[in-house]
């Protein structure tokens, strides 16, 4: 059916409260497009905001029309052009949380404050992390990393149930009873299989950050870039004793208003406010240039981000798992962002992360799709410019950041997060040989058409 046709049709079959927008030289539509990265966005031929289950189910029902899902927009592949449309779900939204049962579920759009927000008015957390604006379900769906998984586990291994709409326009629910397969699938590949309407995740209460509150204690450290082997030394002793109180991340950044390449160490502990100071007391050793420290509530949590989640801005993320802390490795990245910032000042903005966390606790290991719970070690590439022009100076950068941090480690090791990449072999995001069998074969019994994406197929 050609798209107008379609369009026409669907304005008499949605809720009062959903909009359809098609025309692109007006101002809603163009808001309604804006996403975190301006990197390859397409122009629609129209953006359909549901506001409700029943809108979003008619929409998402077997047509031959093309369309992408649109939650958070911090993805790369939630674009498509003149003859497809945007599936919005930013404003159909509700947080339903049960603190007695430790549970929360969660419809459409619902974003990462939002829902911290929510949960922490009821006294409950769950693993959210890095980004206020991220959409929590596709957060969910790929994995979901950050520093609270040693407490709470991975996001995807903390789903329960999800209602999920197929290819072929049918609605069902998954989980340990319903369509066990798909349920498992849902857990790390979610977005390949359909149009995920809600989840319901596990919840904790917010002592679980060591803390009645909820709080816990972040520090930062600052150091220049010739302390490099210094930093790096300790913080391979810090990451090697990890445990699963604490958590970090070691951030290469050149922060306004010089724009002078940095380390920041930003360290987090999960227990006595007091104590965390003396657990990292070998980073204020090293007599960093400037130090602080602060002990968010957990929605405040991914706050000093917010520069970098806002949307708009010609930029890549992704998270690159590695088998280990190796400061050969770590120096050769720092190599390779200075080198970045030399060649490409406009570039400024990017930056490399790495991050380490505890193992998930054994008993929150679920049977997924997810493949890395072993990893501890995340690369996370925040690749930023405000040219064009300067865009191939900044992904080449990105790619030499990732191979310095793989140095040592073979190509059939290599590891993705699932929702960082589409490019890079699908082996690295499932490398378990039959964890990719039975996705494939789940993706031909659910999905043969590939209308949620032709991954997989
Ligand atoms: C700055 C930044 C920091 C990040 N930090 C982390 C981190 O610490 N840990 C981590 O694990 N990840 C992190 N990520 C990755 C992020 O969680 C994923 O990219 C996530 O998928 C983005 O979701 P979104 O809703 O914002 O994006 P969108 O682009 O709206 O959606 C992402 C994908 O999911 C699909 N989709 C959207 N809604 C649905 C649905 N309801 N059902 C099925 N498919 C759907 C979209 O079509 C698209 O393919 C980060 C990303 C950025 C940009």
Redesign the pocket.
Known sequence: MALTHFIAELRGALSAEACVLSDPTKEDFQLALL???DVDVKIPGAIVQVANESDAVKLASAHRTPF????????????IGPDGFILD?TKYKSVQVNAAEHQVTVA??V?MKEFATALASAGECAPV???N???????C??????VATGLMGI?CDNIRSAK?VLANGQLVVANERQHPELFWAIKGA??Y?????EITLATYPLSVFGTPEGQHWIGNYLYPMDRAAEVFKVVESLVATSSSRTAGLVMLIAPPPHHQPMIAVVPHYFGDLEDGPKVFKELAALGPMMQSEKAPHVPNLSDH?DF??GKGGL???N?TGLQEFKIENCLQLTEVFQQLLESCPDASSSGYFI?WHCLPPHDMVRNSAFSHQSVHL?L?C?SWCQEQTSLTKVFESEARAIDAMRQGTEPDSYID?P??T?THPIERRFPDRDTLAKLRALKKEFDPEGT??KELL
């Open positions: 996403r975190w990265s992408v899902l649109v939650c958070g927009g911090h993805s790369l592949w939630s674009t779900l459409g759009g974003l992390g890095n980004g604006t991220i959409g929590l379900i596709p957060y769906l790929g994995g979901g990393i950050g996001a999920i979610g977005y299989f359909g149009l995920i309407l981000l970098a989640c930029r890549r993320f998270l991050e995340w996370h925040l997060l929702h960082g589409r949620f994406t």
